[in-house]
């Protein structure tokens, strides 16, 4: 059974500092979806990552994949105060192409 | 652009009542997904439809019934409600024809609230 871990669960940082979040899943994948979530709001799309050694940016935030080591980080560069939010990472198996599975979720909080 | 168009955004219901999401997915997108989100949980998946037959299915209770019709619109379907089944339910869909693109990216709409009584 497909599981995806987190880490860490919460994180508080300081505005200009970076930080990186991990998700690591335990079978293999095929697609690795990074959402943004505000609370009470919906399921924002960050990033899909499909093949190994994937990097993509956009703005603060950086994705990447190591399919290998079966482990997406997502970095955070000179964190803003409207990155606070919750960020998930989502994995699917290639036996179950539609089933996307969440992680726990990382609670992200930035201080002025 | 047009979005994942959930109904009824919110709803109240008491025990052992039965309640009926509606979803419209993105245009043109032929994959269709059920999600419940407890307070402070990650999204559950509940079940997937592929070009309206049923692709994948999650932590669906048996109490819950899912289809998708002609017109690619979904609905859940929940009977005898508990407690337990108050929570926040996405649908989200996606076009399996960008996998190899963009992989297709899951879009989710806004979410149903449901509040068991």
Not at chain 2, 85 to 94: I, P, V
Request: include cysteine; hydrophobic fraction near 35%.
């Amino acid at each position: 059974e497909l599981k995806v871990e987190q880490n860490p669960l919460f994180l508080s940082m300081q505005e200009g500092k970076n930080y990186t979040i991990y998700c690591n899943y335990s079978t293999t994948s095929d697609r690795l979806y990074w959402y943004r979530q505000d609370p009470g709001k919906s399921l924002e799309s960050l990033f899909v990552l499909l093949s190994n050694g994937a990097v993509k940016q956009e703005g603060r935030l950086m994705a990447s994949l190591d399919t290998k080591a079966r482990l997406s980080t997502l970095h955070i560069t000179a964190a803003v105060h409207d990155l606070s939010a919750t960020y998930f990472c989502a994995v699917n198996t290639v036996t179950s192409y539609d089933k996307v599975i969440f992680g726990p979720g990382t609670s992200l909080s930035v201080i002025p | 652009a047009a979005g994942v168009i959930q109904s009824p955004r919110h709803l109240i219901k008491e025990k052992r009542e039965t309640a009926t999401l509606k979803c419209y997915p993105i245009p043109r997108h032929d994959t269709v997904y059920w999600y419940q989100q407890g307070p402070g949980q990650d999204p559950q998946f509940l079940i997937s439809f592929y070009e309206k037959m049923q692709s994948d299915k999650g932590s669906i209770p048996d109490r819950f019934s899912a289809q998708q019709f002609s017109d690619y619109h979904s609905e859940l379907n929940m009977s005898s409600l508990e407690l337990g089944d108050s929570a926040l339910y996405f649908c989200a869909s996606s076009l399996a024809a960008d996998s190899h693109t963009s992989g297709n990216t899951i879009y989710f709409g806004e979410g149903s609230w449901l509040t068991v009584v």
